[in-house]
Each structure stands twice: as structure tokens, then as C-alpha cells.
């Protein structure tokens, strides 16, 4: 019995393809990230359809800019970033998103905050923290997933966003407590059902 290997492609080969605007090449990046840069998308939209969309878009956006790429990064991080900003401009010209202003009321307490656990953490699914990251309110999603999750600093989020670096503060702040009781609340759902 014979075994099939499969040829791999080396991805600086996969760039050149790309660069050379060849469907082969472009195939195999798509289907190299899609699933990582699809999760991007849908850490910053609401549902799954608006992150197809922003996927879809970044993807456009990545042929038509490919031949800009240097190999000053890795690609997977050039392509990160424009996944991020197409997701960005997505929602911004959909006016998918909003800050909630220091002086306007929020629209929950905070009571009885408890550190959540990595142990608690840990019994979430992947899927599960995704739907609590979802559950933010958008502005607070947004510059959570920038800060926290991208590594952006307070200012690249202001720059990027259009607001101060005092809102993004204020909504990462804000987003981290509301992250925490919903993780509590799930965990108290979790701990019924598993009891």
C-alpha cells in the first residue's frame, strides 16, 4: 500500500504565488488563515455573518495589497492587521459599534465582584468565552479585543478608533468588569448544570 504524501508548500512560495496573481497560490493562503483570521473577525462582530463579511473583505484587501508585502513581518502578522482594520472599517461604516461616554449610564452594576479563577476559565469552551465576548457591548468588545487580545496600547486604539485615549481606558476598564460577571453568571449556570 502506497502512501500519498502530501507536498507541502513553503509560504514564502505561497506570498510569491500570491504576488504573482496566481489562483493556486491565492487558494492556498485562503486556506491556510481563513480560520485563524475568521476568528479575528468574530472576536470583533457581533454574529457570525457581519465576521464572513469582514473576512471576505480582508481577503480583497490582502490580494489586492500583497505585492506592498516586504518580509519585514510574517505574513500571518500583515495579514493580522488587516484583518483587523478591514473589521474595523466594517463596522464603522455599518455603525455597528458605539462608546459609552464617561458621563452617560451604564447599563449594569457591578456587585459582589469576585476574581474569576483560571480554574473557571478553563472549563469554558473556546466556543463559550467567544459567545461571552460577544455578549460586550460593541465598544467595550472592540477595545478589549485590541488591548487585551492584539496588544494594542491605548494610544494605537485611540488613533485607530477616533476617540481619546481616556475612552479607551474607560472602556477596557469597563469591558474587564462586564467580562467578569458574565463569566461569573455563566460559571453559576455551569455549576447548576453540572451539579
Not at 457581533?46 to 481577503?59: G, I, T, V, Y
Not at 481606558?169 to 467578569?180: D, P
Amino acid at each position: 500500500m502506497k502512501l500519498l504524501l502530501k507536498k507541502t508548500v513553503n509560504i514564502d512560495n505561497i506570498v510569491q504565488g500570491c504576488q504573482a496573481n496566481q489562483p493556486k497560490y491565492q487558494r492556498m493562503l485562503y486556506e491556510q488563515f481563513a480560520g485563524k483570521l475568521m476568528g479575528i473577525c468574530v472576536r470583533y462582530c457581533r454574529n457570525e455573518e457581519l465576521a464572513k463579511d469582514a473576512l471576505q473583505e480582508s481577503f480583497v484587501k490582502i490580494f489586492n495589497k500583497i505585492d506592498s508585502f516586504k518580509n519585514e513581518s510574517k505574513i500571518e502578522t500583515w495579514m493580522t492587521r488587516i484583518a483587523i482594520n478591514t473589521t474595523l472599517n466594517h463596522l464603522r461604516q455599518g455603525k455597528r459599534y458605539q462608546f459609552i461616554d464617561d458621563n452617560e449610564h451604564v447599563a449594569y452594576k457591578i456587585e459582589n465582584q469576585h476574581d474569576v479563577s483560571a480554574d473557571s476559565l478553563e472549563k469554558l469552551s473556546h466556543a463559550e468565552l467567544i459567545n461571552i465576548l460577544q455578549e460586550l457591548p460593541d465598544g467595550y468588545r472592540i477595545v478589549f479585543n485590541m488591548y487585551a487580545v492584539e496588544g494594542y496600547t491605548h494610544k494605537e486604539i485611540a488613533d485607530a478608533l477616533g476617540i481619546n485615549e481616556g475612552t479607551s481606558k474607560s472602556q477596557l476598564n469597563r469591558a474587564r468588569k462586564h467580562l467578569q460577571t458574565l463569566v461569573q453568571d455563566k460559571m453559576g449556570i455551569y455549576s447548576s448544570v453540572k451539579r
